[in-house]
Every structure is written in structure tokens, then in C-alpha cells.
């Protein structure tokens, strides 16, 4: 484990990952409190980070991830359980779904203001 995780609120007691799949502007922009900027042509290129190796398939684990919208996060969920994720999970709506139910969790330089 290293400071930066650490400093992320990472651990041993740590029970999920959230990773952001948007291109790292986007997630500079506005992001989901504590998630983890990844983008997703990554999960292509098989580069992993050391936070997804202490994640991968362990009990009481899962790995969340995200892009703008639901539609565009199931082509990276199918990937990565084709590589071999099985504690990989899409959330519902993505992070515009999820910046209307729950703005007071987002944090960025240009958070949009919820539509509703």
C-alpha cells in the first residue's frame, strides 16, 4: 500500500474500488468523491494500476466503475470481465445519473448543477 492510496482513504478495510473510465479532463472537470480517474481505452491496453490488482477478484471486493452515462460504461464492464474481473459492476445511470441523486458526493473544478 502506498501514501497515495493511502491518502485516498484506500486500505485493508477498503470494501470497493470506484473507478471514473472518462478521459482525465472530464474527470478534472467534476468526479464522484474518492473515484479513481482510469480511462477506459486502458482496460484495452492492459495497463493496470496497482489498485486493481488488490481489488481483482478478492471476497467482499468490488470494483465500481463509471463513464457519463450507463450505455457508455457496458462496453468497458463487458471488457473487463472478459479479462477476467467477475467483481466488476457498472453503476446505475453513470455519473449523470448519479450527480442527480446525490450532487453533495461530487467534487471537480465545473460540477454541473443537477437538472432536477
Not at 489498485?51 to 463513464?67: G, Q, S, V
Amino acid at each position: 500500500m502506498t501514501y497515495a492510496t493511502e491518502a485516498l482513504g484506500l486500505n485493508d478495510s477498503t470494501s470497493f474500488l470506484l473507478l471514473d473510465l472518462r478521459d482525465p479532463d472530464e474527470y478534472d472537470f467534476w468526479r464522484i468523491k474518492e473515484a479513481l480517474n482510469y480511462p477506459a481505452p486502458n482496460i484495452g491496453r492492459d495497463k493496470i494500476i496497482p489498485e486493481l490488482y488488490r481489488f481483482k477478484n478478492k471476497a467482499n471486493k468490488l470494483i465500481i466503475i463509471y463513464m457519463g452515462d450507463e450505455r457508455k460504461g457496458t462496453a468497458a464492464a463487458t471488457l473487463m470481465t472478459e479479462k477476467g474481473y467477475e467483481n466488476v459492476f457498472l453503476l446505475s445511470g453513470g455519473i449523470d445519473g448519479f450527480n442527480e441523486e446525490f450532487h453533495h458526493l461530487i467534487e471537480g473544478r465545473e460540477v454541473p448543477k443537477p437538472k432536477s
